[in-house]
């Protein structure tokens, strides 16, 4: 979906189905997680200082962070942690050793996103299956084997693509905010009192009463402002304007109205505390609420796993993963992809953390870490990017951004004492993809040492070979190699053992950029190298959809008579040996080894038809 294509009503409509699913099931659980575990001891001024503390936390890291702040710090159009870390890398290019630095820390909050994907749709759907026990207690020991049918149907549906079911998302997300709004505005007229909770001096007043246990509390604050990078994350799908009309107008009142809502209900019966989202509803209406939180909780399952596989393929183009095979579900749509390996390799991880944690009570112990952690590494990009970027003073950066540091900062140090009660798990999985990802980085680096080492020169070898040419044979080459200028292991293992050479040859080097798209008419550049031989080198961003046959069309143009059906692509089909060495640990040099074993071919990756791809085998030692 795109702004140019969209009314602002479908595309407000729209952020409200896929941004806001996540943020708006955290009623669910978090005034629950505050005054659950004894924490906060339950009177009527905690309640108003709870209150406060949660309105203001949404209205500083959402409306002024995110939607003011954050969403002005766009990648060409486009957002999330990826976008900005290119962003930030880029502009500070001049500074190597920053720019590393930086780098590591943005691809640390990526692998984190991991872990906050495990723990998201595990902590939503339980929480919305325990609803069950508030229509009767004869339905505890049905909410895990529930909650896990739910979520294998949600995985086990990816691969058909979210094109079918895709529409239905705004309407029943508007619906659940709907209902957010009634059952609050119902519980808040009898005691609309509760409103008053809207000033700041109730939190401040409980803060500088309870400065130890306000530090403690704000690990599950933080719970309702989960979902928030998903305001940037998904602006390249909507833009600013709907997603900012959304928050205002449907969003934020909506959760507001909920959360004062449960403390009015707790006002007057403070044992609705096991569960005062569920207990606001009457009697008659906890069955449909029950179902209706289900439908919301997958829908934000479903956002969180189209992430993963947009933030995936992002990672393997930008070089932080191997190659995976990449399946298209929609035809008109090239942003809607399924990943098998990601898609069955979270719902491992989910059922893990379900039949570990047992409780979305249990689950909230674990999240925030992985969330505050990105909050926190958002905001330090940001001011990278409004600094050397935007070139803007000094000052006014720091100004702009040290507030929401320091905020981010308390939220984050909070959340470090979830470690021993289960917040190790996603830290566990987020130091496991980053400790892959910058495995395989620094794998491929040894690799094009390797390769740069023993490297013949391109246009001096073709001089040396068409002296004494060999013979020539009907069709086109396509030889690929990552290092433009240099000839191809294949061309070599191509004229030692069929001792031919094609009518015309393409050299072709796929270059990889730190922007999120690079139009068609910058993808290809071309140089004669004579003798109908080329240097071709194709442009990719980290959302562009690689299809090499497409992009090498653009050759017919400049006087390379390609046709399809008498064309090979020759690819050289590495072995990764590890030696000891200066290269990385044994054991990083074995791993790097087996995930290029494993990754996808290259044929698949870059759409490359298979009746005509030719694989010569070589071995790199790095």
Same mark, same amino acid.
């Given at each position: 979906?795109?702004?140019?294509?969209?009314?602002?009503?479908?595309l407000?409509?729209g952020?409200?189905?896929?941004?806001?699913?996540?943020?708006?099931?955290?009623?669910?659980?978090?005034?629950?997680?505050?005054?659950?575990?004894?924490?906060?001891?339950f009177?009527?001024?905690?309640?108003?200082?709870?209150?406060?503390?949660?309105?203001?936390?949404?209205t500083?890291?959402v409306?002024?962070?995110?939607?003011?702040?954050?969403?002005?710090?766009?990648?060409?159009?486009?957002?999330?942690?990826v976008?900005?870390?290119?962003?930030?890398?880029?502009?500070v290019?001049?500074?190597?050793?920053?720019?590393?630095?930086m780098?590591?820390?943005?691809?640390?909050?990526?692998?984190?996103?991991?872990?906050?994907?495990?723990?998201?749709?595990?902590?939503s759907?339980?929480?919305?299956?325990?609803?069950?026990?508030?229509?009767s207690p004869?339905?505890?020991?049905?909410?895990?084997?529930?909650t896990?049918?739910?979520?294998?149907?949600l995985?086990?549906?990816?691969?058909?693509?979210?094109?079918?079911i895709?529409?239905?998302? +705004? *309407? #029943?997300?508007?619906? !659940? @905010?709907? &209902?957010?709004?009634?059952?609050? %505005?119902a519980?808040?007229l009898?005691?609309?009192?509760?409103?008053?909770a809207?000033?700041?001096?109730?939190?401040?007043?409980?803060i500088?009463?309870?400065?130890?246990?306000?530090?403690?509390i704000?690990?599950?604050?933080?719970?309702?402002?989960?979902?928030?990078?998903?305001?940037?994350?998904?602006?390249?799908?909507?833009?600013? +304007? *709907? #997603?900012?009309?959304? !928050? @205002?107008? &449907?969003?934020?009142p909506?959760? %507001?109205?909920?959360?004062f809502?449960?403390?009015?209900?707790?006002?007057?019966?403070?044992?609705a505390?096991?569960?005062?989202?569920?207990?606001?509803?009457?009697?008659?209406?906890?069955?449909?609420?029950?179902?209706l939180?289900?439908?919301?909780t997958?829908?934000?399952?479903?956002?969180?796993?189209?992430?993963?596989?947009?933030?995936?393929?992002?990672?393997?183009?930008l070089?932080?993963?191997?190659?995976?095979?990449?399946?298209?579900?929609?035809?008109?749509?090239?942003?809607?992809?399924?990943?098998?390996?990601i898609?069955?390799?979270?719902f491992?991880?989910i059922?893990?953390?379900?039949?570990?944690?047992?409780?979305?009570?249990?689950?909230?112990?674990?999240y925030?870490?992985?969330?505050?952690?990105?909050?926190?590494?958002?905001?330090m990009?940001?001011?990278?990017?409004?600094?050397?970027a935007?070139?803007?003073?000094?000052?006014?950066?720091?100004?702009a951004?040290?507030?929401?540091?320091v905020?981010?900062?308390a939220f984050?140090?909070?959340?470090?004492?979830?470690?021993?009660?289960?917040?190790?798990?996603?830290?566990?999985?987020?130091?496991?993809?980053?400790?892959?990802?910058?495995t395989?980085?620094?794998?491929?680096?040894?690799m094009?040492?390797?390769?740069?080492?023993?490297a013949?020169?391109?246009?001096?070898?073709?001089?040396?070979?068409?002296?004494?040419?060999?013979a020539?044979?009907?069709?086109?080459?396509?030889?690929?190699?990552?290092?433009?200028?240099v000839?191809p292991?294949?061309?070599l293992?191509?004229?030692k053992h069929?001792k031919?050479?094609?009518?015309?040859?393409?050299?072709v080097?796929?270059?990889?950029?730190?922007?999120?798209?690079?139009?068609?008419e910058?993808?290809?550049?071309?140089?004669?190298?004579g003798?109908?031989?080329?240097?071709?080198?194709?442009?990719?961003?980290?959302?562009n959809?690689?299809?090499?046959?497409?992009a090498?069309?653009?050759?017919?143009?400049?006087?390379?008579?390609?046709?399809?059906?008498t064309?090979?692509?020759?690819?050289?089909?590495?072995?990764?040996?590890?030696?000891?060495?200066?290269?990385?640990?044994?054991?990083?040099?074995?791993?790097?080894?087996?995930?290029?074993?494993?990754a996808?071919?290259?044929?698949?990756?870059?759409?490359?038809?298979?009746n005509?791809?030719v694989?010569?085998?070589?071995k790199?030692?790095?």
């Amino acid at each position: 979906m795109s702004a140019s294509k969209s009314s602002m009503p479908a595309l407000v409509l729209g952020a409200i189905g896929i941004v806001y699913g996540d943020i708006g099931t955290s009623v669910l659980y978090a005034i629950k997680e505050i005054f659950g575990h004894g924490h906060v001891p339950f009177t009527i001024e905690n309640v108003y200082g709870m209150l406060s503390m949660i309105f203001w936390t949404m209205t500083i890291i959402v409306s002024l962070k995110y939607v003011v702040l954050v969403l002005r710090a766009d990648n060409e159009g486009e957002g999330g942690l990826v976008a900005m870390l290119a962003l930030a890398s880029r502009a500070v290019a001049d500074k190597p050793r920053l720019r590393n630095g930086m780098l590591a820390l943005g691809i640390f909050g990526t692998a984190l996103f991991y872990g906050d994907g495990v723990i998201t749709p595990a902590i939503s759907v339980l929480s919305a299956v325990e609803g069950l026990e508030v229509v009767s207690p004869h339905f505890t020991g049905y909410v895990i084997p529930i909650t896990l049918v739910v979520l294998f149907c949600l995985f086990a549906v990816q691969k058909r693509g979210t094109a079918g079911i895709g529409r239905f998302f +705004g *309407p #029943i997300t508007l619906t !659940w @905010f709907g &209902v957010l709004a009634l059952l609050g %505005v119902a519980q808040i007229l009898t005691h609309p009192e509760i409103l008053k909770a809207v000033s700041p001096h109730y939190m401040l007043g409980f803060i500088w009463d309870n400065p130890g246990t306000s530090f403690v509390i704000l690990g599950a604050t933080v719970l309702c402002v989960t979902g928030a990078e998903a305001l940037y994350a998904d602006m390249g799908h909507f833009g600013k +304007g *709907p #997603i900012r009309i959304a !928050w @205002f107008s &449907v969003v934020m009142p909506a959760l %507001v109205l909920n959360y004062f809502g449960q403390g009015a209900l707790l006002l007057g019966d403070p044992s609705a505390v096991k569960n005062p989202f569920f207990l606001m509803a009457p009697d008659w209406a906890v069955v449909p609420v029950v179902l209706l939180a289900t439908a919301a909780t997958v829908i934000a399952s479903q956002a969180m796993l189209t992430g993963a596989f947009s933030v995936t393929r992002q990672v393997i183009q930008l070089g932080y993963l191997p190659r995976l095979r990449i399946e298209h579900t929609s035809a008109r749509s090239a942003g809607q992809i399924y990943i098998p390996f990601i898609n069955w390799s979270l719902f491992v991880a989910i059922v893990l953390a379900v039949v570990m944690f047992r409780s979305s009570s249990n689950l909230a112990a674990a999240y925030g870490i992985a969330v505050t952690t990105d909050m926190l590494i958002t905001t330090m990009l940001t001011f990278f990017v409004i600094r050397y970027a935007w070139k803007l003073p000094l000052v006014l950066c720091i100004g702009a951004t040290v507030t929401f540091f320091v905020i981010d900062f308390a939220f984050f140090a909070s959340n470090l004492l979830k470690l021993p009660q289960g917040g190790w798990f996603t830290v566990m999985i987020g130091l496991g993809m980053f400790t892959l990802m910058m495995t395989w980085k620094r794998g491929r680096s040894l690799m094009a040492d390797a390769q740069r080492a023993d490297a013949i020169d391109l246009r001096s070898f073709l001089e040396a070979v068409f002296v004494s040419p060999p013979a020539r044979v009907e069709g086109t080459a396509v030889f690929l190699t990552s290092e433009a200028g240099v000839v191809p292991t294949a061309l070599l293992h191509n004229l030692k053992h069929n001792k031919v050479l094609h009518e015309q040859n393409l050299f072709v080097t796929v270059r990889n950029h730190e922007v999120p798209w690079v139009p068609m008419e910058r993808r290809v550049e071309m140089e004669p190298l004579g003798h109908h031989c080329w240097q071709i080198t194709i442009h990719y961003g980290f959302k562009n959809d690689i299809d090499l046959p497409r992009a090498l069309e653009q050759a017919r143009l400049r006087g390379c008579q390609l046709e399809r059906m008498t064309t090979s692509y020759f690819i050289s089909r590495d072995t990764v040996i590890p030696t000891l060495g200066s290269g990385m640990a044994p054991w990083r040099e074995k791993l790097f080894a087996q995930m290029h074993h494993n990754a996808s071919g290259v044929a698949d990756f870059m759409s490359l038809p298979n009746n005509a791809v030719v694989e010569l085998g070589s071995k790199i030692e790095i």
